[in-house]
């Protein structure tokens, strides 16, 4: 599978050990950035760039690295079609997929160290997404709202 990866600086290292790990677990890995350490530099343009590859290459899936993850994720979240989520657990990462559909995943490498943070990698692009009804209609108002954002009614079944 290919797996878009970006961070920032608090996330570099994360992201680099990442490379390799998903690397050697059979993935083609693309490096979005940033390629050299900057304590100064600023995550929006790398987790956009990840989340606009991630859209235009449908069936591959996307890492965005921060120090929490939080940020990060909201800037990917600003690219149509992306669904990113935050994983602080095995569980939210499986979730993530199997109920929501995420195509990108959101870390925060001073939340977890870095072999942890990988087993939620692994798992995240592991999982499928379940194609429950239940779970595509919540994905379909979502994309819905976002396809036509405004003042609007969405249904309450």
């Known amino acids: 599978m290919r797996v878009y990866l970006g961070s920032d600086h608090a996330g570099f290292e994360l992201k680099t050990f990442l490379l390799e790990h998903l690397s050697t677990a059979g993935h083609q890995v693309v490096d979005i950035g940033p390629h050299a350490y900057d304590a100064q530099d600023d995550y929006p343009p790398f987790c956009l760039e990840t989340g606009r590859r991630v859209v235009a290459d449908p069936g591959s899936l996307g890492v965005v690295i921060g120090g929490s993850g939080n940020g990060e994720q909201i800037a990917a979240n600003k690219v149509a079609g992306v669904r990113a989520a935050l994983a602080w657990s095995l569980e939210t990462a499986q979730l993530s997929r199997q109920h929501n559909d995420a195509n990108v995943l959101s870390l925060g490498a001073r939340m977890h160290d870095a072999v942890t943070a990988a087993g939620f990698a692994d798992i995240f692009l592991a999982t499928p997404f379940s194609k429950d ?12 709202y976002e396809a036509a954002p405004g003042p609007q009614v969405l249904p309450t079944t």
């Open 133 to 144: 009804a239940r779970h595509q209609r919540r994905i379909e108002m979502v994309a819905g």
